[in-house]
């Protein structure tokens, strides 16, 4: 073997072997699977949590297109009902259902499994975080059977309507929300405190920085993203909760409601806004940093290339992440500000194309000349670059004052940020949930099911979404219950929205067979063995299958190569573990002359 | 939300850094022959005190959101600020003191001093509780003199700002209740000693916050005042 320069060996890599005394083990069947602190059952708890609370919402969403695409056809949505479905979809999709999966859920399975731990560095302070998400669930939920239902206010919970008189849930159903919220994010602080603490400290040995995976990137500079926004969120959500309480005036300004002269004066709205968005923003890449991980994981290992220009990949991450906490105002373009500050939002937003740019042109080199697998996981990575793709070119159009100023209530908003970071994300999911299943359950999901599933998923998303931006152009307002009534609205409209909420309801039909999927491929599936896919990460270099506690055998893996060692050229076989080390690949495995690796 | 941002700047700044250090001179491909060494555990801070500093990041972010919204709040027309209680002077010394005497008792600690380390946990305990209560009574002299949460912007911002501090101050007090407990039961000195360290480390934080709040309640001579300078 040719000797080549050797990295500087991880300087924080605990040792090998853990004495038995430090690792927690569950003794009951309850300490095993409900209070469980093993970060695999709680991202298990986290998805199936956060999966069933988001059919709740796919159920809102149903709702919401009956009425939208048959006005009156369903007796029991009246105008509130459907801002309270609108808020509810809204709401649950983006917090409870993305960023729960994604951080929650794929956070905790993989960094520890992916870095070479045996589990979160805080196990306890981890089975909280799941607790704590668990009844800010339980609270949102209970919000929609108070007296006045759950709250109407939009997702944005714009004040000063939303506690005011006349939106719907202004009594109970916002205090509701605003405490889950609060609980939510001193949970998920909770979680991201472990996550990024995991990823900083407990790497094993030989596991550098950049080394690690791009999934562990992605979902490590999302959390740094989330733990610093969501704080705006706590802040905007205690403020307006005082508002509502005690009487304070922080967002509402003095005004008469009914008649009467409410006793508020002075407060800002606009503040409100501001702190809203100063969250809301970086939330769109809290959740698409991670898929934008795990889309690079998927693609290298399943066209078996390397991951094309692995180290612009992570600074595109951290850049990514910088810029979004400086663009937030951009959602406030038709709020009335200054036309310097909203040129200052506008070309910060049209920068974050730079670095998304620069990972797209990756994701795309990567596949170039690639051995391309079209599995499942394959197929849903490659239909999120394209509906990214999609969804971000659209966000170029928005992110202009002038063009967003006409379109910002339209539906074309509402097709841009679906697409961006709701069927873009969602697709990840799929694709990972596809990816991974083999190593949670040790079984493979069907083939034949899983492609319905796409295709349906994929051409269905598009069958709705697309047309949603023609309805943006003629102008068809959002967030409206019923659009009749108006002549500059054509009747082919109205065709449109009938086609729109066909799709959607064939969409979310599809979703029952991936759910068969799941269920079925538990007891049925095909035996997946410990690597099914021939990935190098380390969570596939596990002795058993699914991990059991303590994730690696009697001794942490040592970590000798990165996580791209596919294609290696000269190499019979197409890809070499992480944890294999140079000296360990036999001679004859080399075509001709033993060659260093890559280089 | 200028504030805001000049804090995500320096942070944006450190992470930059950090992301340097990690990339520069690596070239992720190249796979490593010989065998990764266990590396030098001396060499990494332990895992609680990481947490700690990261943790205390997102406090920051969560002080920096709440003063930034009080800038915000503050250029409107209709701010009146309300008297000065002077009661607050005492408060920021007890508080002062609390983190003097941890700053002790983390000398004590590493000298495996138990009397003294005792004693150091006892004074800051005590002065810390002072400080809470001393809190809770300004609230209620302000109440007294008809100053309540919903009176005015400045009041309410009054509340919000004291009561958040305070809460985190109970929250520190939990870590504190836990060293002392480990501290009496006289287990491994070597965790006493952590425990005790991340207690001094949060004790300096949240008394460098009280110090910027109480600048922001009391500098009515730049105009970011929440309190006049008339004293109750």
Not at chain 1, 325 to 344: D, E, L, Q, R, T
Not at chain 1, 451 to 465: L, P
Not at chain 1, 508 to 531: D, E, K, T
Not at chain 1, 552 to 561: D, I, N, Q, S, T
């Amino acid at each position: 073997m040719t000797t080549y320069v050797a990295h500087e060996e991880s300087q924080f890599a605990p040792p090998a072997e853990v004495g038995e005394a430090e690792l927690y083990h569950p003794k009951t069947f309850i300490g095993k699977y409900i209070w469980s602190q093993d970060a695999k059952v709680i991202a298990i708890q986290y998805a199936v949590t956060a999966i069933a609370i988001g059919l709740v919402a796919l159920v809102a969403s149903w709702l919401m297109r009956l009425q939208l695409g048959f006005p009156g056809a369903v007796g029991f949505i009246d105008p509130s009902t459907y801002l309270q479905l609108v808020s509810m979809h809204g709401m649950i999709m983006v917090i409870y259902l993305l960023t729960a999966l994604f951080l929650g859920g794929f956070g905790n399975y993989l960094i520890p499994l992916m870095v070479g731990a045996r589990d979160m560095v805080f196990p306890y302070v981890n089975m909280v975080s799941y607790w704590l998400y668990l009844l800010a669930v339980l609270l949102l939920v209970a919000s929609f059977f108070v007296p006045g239902g759950a709250s109407g206010a939009g997702w944005t919970l714009y004040p000063p309507q939303a506690i005011l008189d006349g939106t719907p849930g202004a009594q109970w159903g916002i205090i509701l929300l605003l405490v889950s919220l609060g609980v939510f994010v001193i949970g998920f602080t909770m979680g991201g405190l472990n996550y990024v603490v995991t990823v900083l400290q407990a790497r094993t040995r030989g596991m550098t920085m950049m080394r690690l995976p791009l999934t562990v990137w992605g979902i490590f500079m999302a959390t740094i993203l989330a733990l610093l926004a969501f704080p705006a969120l706590f802040v905007s959500a205690i403020m307006m909760t005082l508002d509502l309480t005690l009487g304070t005036s922080f967002f509402m300004p003095a005004l008469v409601s009914k008649g009467q002269q409410l006793s508020y004066s002075g407060g800002n709205p606009l503040l409100f806004q501001h702190l809203f968005w100063f969250f809301g923003h970086p939330e769109v890449y809290i959740v698409a940093l991670p898929a934008f991980g795990i889309v690079s994981d998927l693609i290298s290992t399943h066209a078996r290339k390397n991951i094309f220009g692995y180290r612009m990949m992570v600074w595109a991450i951290l850049v990514i992440g910088g810029l979004s906490f400086i663009v937030w105002a951009h959602h406030m373009f038709v709020s009335g500000m200054n036309p310097y500050f909203g040129f200052f939002f506008a070309t910060t937003t049209l920068i974050i194309a730079v670095p998304t740019a620069i990972k797209v042109y990756n994701w795309v080199l990567t596949l170039w000349r690639g051995n391309i697998h079209l599995t499942v996981p394959m197929l849903f990575a490659i239909a999120f670059i394209f509906t990214f793709v999609n969804g971000g070119l659209t966000g170029l159009f928005l992110g202009n004052v002038v063009v967003d100023m006409p379109l910002s209530d339209t539906m074309f908003v509402v097709a841009h940020f679906h697409m961006v970071m709701g069927i873009a994300p969602v697709l990840t999911v799929f694709g990972a949930i596809y990816h991974w299943y083999p190593k949670i359950t040790g079984r493979m999901l069907d083939d034949t099911l899983g492609k319905i599933h796409f295709w349906i998923t994929f051409i269905g998303t598009y069958a709705i979404f697309y047309p949603m931006h023609y309805l943006g152009f003629m102008g068809i307002p959002r967030r409206y219950y019923a659009i009749g009534g108006t002549n500059f609205i054509p009747d082919s409209a109205h065709l449109l929205n009938a086609w729109i909420s066909l799709a959607a309801f064939v969409v979310g039909a599809a979703q029952i067979v991936f759910l068969y999927n799941l269920a079925a491929s538990y007891f049925r599936g095909r035996p997946a063995g410990n690597n099914p896919w021939n990935a190098t990460t380390l969570e596939w270099q596990t002795a058993h299958t699914p991990p059991r506690h303590g994730n690696f055998g009697k001794e942490l893996p040592a970590v000798y190569r990165w996580a791209y060692d596919y294609g290696v050229p000269g190499l019979k076989t197409d890809f070499i573990p992480q944890n294999v080390a140079p000296s360990d690949v036999p001679a004859e495995a080399w075509e001709k002359t033993p060659q260093p690796t890559g280089g | 939300m200028t504030i805001g941002l000049v804090f995500l700047s320096v942070l944006m700044a450190v992470i930059v850094w950090w992301l340097f250090r990690q990339t520069i001179n690596v070239q992720p491909w190249q796979a490593q022959v010989a065998v990764p060494d266990v590396g030098g555990d001396a060499a990494a801070p332990p895992a609680a005190k990481m947490a700690l500093w990261v943790f205390l990041a997102v406090a920051t972010s969560l002080f920096v959101l709440f003063v930034s919204a009080y800038a915000m709040r503050l250029g409107l027309a209709d701010w009146t600020p309300l008297p000065r209680p002077r009661l607050l002077m005492l408060n920021t010394a007890l508080l002062v003191g609390a983190s003097l005497a941890m700053e002790w008792t983390v000398h004590a600690a590493r000298r495996a001093d138990r009397d003294n380390l005792r004693r150091g946990l006892w004074a800051s305990g005590v002065l810390t509780f002072g400080f809470l209560a001393g809190q809770l009574f300004v609230w209620k002299q302000l109440n007294d003199a008809g100053y309540f949460v919903s009176s005015s912007a400045a009041t309410a911002f009054f509340y919000l700002l004291t009561a958040v501090h305070g809460l985190h101050v109970l929250g520190g007090l939990v870590a504190w209740a836990r060293a002392s407990a480990r501290a009496w039961r006289g287990t491994d000195p070597a965790r006493i000693r952590l425990g005790v360290e991340l207690c001094a480390t949060y004790w300096h934080y949240l008394l460098a916050v009280w110090v910027v709040l109480y600048a922001l309640l009391v500098s009515e001579g730049v105009g970011l005042a929440i309190c006049s300078s008339t004293p109750l």
